[in-house]
């Protein structure tokens, strides 16, 4: 046990959790008062990706709210309840599975925001591969650091206990090191913050200095289009195959209040049952994509132009849809004929229509 205990005994740990309540409490507020500025005020100037900057900070100040929340409720429960140390634990338990969640939940969007910056990739249409990913392309040195995080966080506490408890002495152990990381993540919030201030006048340096709506969507939409070649949609930069049933090339059209996509789809099948579901299974994995990116457009379209061989004329296949649309529709099914049949807003030319 002495070699796993790096900390010194206490001999009063009433008087420790008495100021580790006030010091947690403390710190609190002034995560409160911090995070309030910066999600209400922080990013208002921001033309670059402000959805994808707010997002950032969102997922560091639940780790930490969640650190201090616990440092706050373990020192009550301790000083001001005959709650035994079973209980104790199963707070600890808790406590551990929320914080290994917000800590990956935190990195996988730092991933995030390093894939769309860089030359990595996230081909991935599953969404827990997908999570897992923007992770692993942060790198090694990361990976570790997780590790190394979510274990002094949640394991090395309980390493000094001689049973299956939680005593006054881990519970100290457990609340100096939560109070530390929290220490340590709040001196980086305001540094991060001008980082991406940076990033944000290197990308105003770099283009029009125009305050109209087109060029600010026109940003966004350029950012749009790096994300999901990112993401593995080759055919917005080169005509590429549709599965066995012809070629498909993407375009994304410059409007001026939403991402408009005009999809030509080459067909050489005259099976009118396959192209449909081909096009709604194309459909819903494309709204997928559009779902998790985040950047400041909410409203998508995917206009096709399907040109079929033994067909004269092109048919037309018409869906627009709100990206608060897209998250309820996809939570509720993953069937791509149903989530396509339940799309509000679409025009289908008569001859997929009822198939």
């Not at 494309?286 to 950047?295: H, Q, Y």
């Not at 799309?343 to 289908?348: A, G, L, R």
């Amino acid at each position: 046990m002495d070699d796993i205990d790096i900390f010194l005994e206490l001999t009063d740990y009433n008087k420790y959790f008495v100021d580790q309540l006030i010091l947690s409490s403390t710190l609190l507020g002034l995560l409160i008062a911090t995070s309030t500025f910066l999600l209400q005020s922080g990013f208002t100037n921001f033309e670059f990706s402000r959805s994808m900057f707010l997002k950032y900070y969102i997922t560091l100040t639940k780790v930490l709210f969640l650190l201090l929340g616990y440092n706050i409720i373990i020192p009550l429960i301790l000083l001001y309840t005959d709650l035994n140390s079973k209980v104790v634990l199963t707070v600890h338990f808790i406590y551990s599975l929320l914080f290994t969640k917000y800590l990956l939940d935190f990195y996988s969007h730092k991933g995030y925001i390093l894939t769309i910056s860089s030359n990595k990739f996230n081909p991935y249409k599953n969404s827990f591969l997908k999570y897992v990913r923007f992770i692993t392309n942060l790198g090694l040195i990361h990976i570790i650091l997780i590790l190394f995080f979510i274990f002094v966080v949640t394991i090395y506490p309980l390493l000094p206990a001689t049973e299956l408890d939680f005593t006054d002495r881990q519970a100290f152990i457990a609340t100096i090191i939560a109070f530390a990381f929290s220490v340590l993540s709040l001196i980086r919030i305001i540094p991060q913050y001008f980082s991406f201030t940076e990033i944000e006048y290197k990308h105003k340096e770099n283009t029009e200095l125009k305050k109209d709506i087109e060029v600010d969507v026109s940003k966004e939409l350029g950012i749009l289009k790096d994300i999901l070649i990112k993401y593995g949609r080759n055919e917005l930069e080169n005509q590429k195959q549709f599965g066995d049933l012809g070629k498909i090339d993407v375009r994304l059209v410059d409007k001026k209040d939403e991402a408009f996509f005009v999809i030509n789809l080459s067909i050489h099948s005259s099976n009118i049952y396959d192209i449909v579901n081909a096009i709604e299974h194309y459909t819903y994995e494309f709204f997928k994509d559009l779902k998790n990116t985040n950047v400041d457009i909410n409203s998508f379209v995917l206009s096709y132009f399907v040109k079929i061989e033994s067909v004269p004329n092109s048919k037309t296949y018409f869906v627009r849809s709100k990206r608060v649309e897209l998250e309820k529709l996809i939570s509720e099914t993953s069937e791509p004929k149903e989530f396509v049949r339940r799309i509000e807003n679409k025009v289908i030319d008569d001859l997929f229509r009822g198939v």
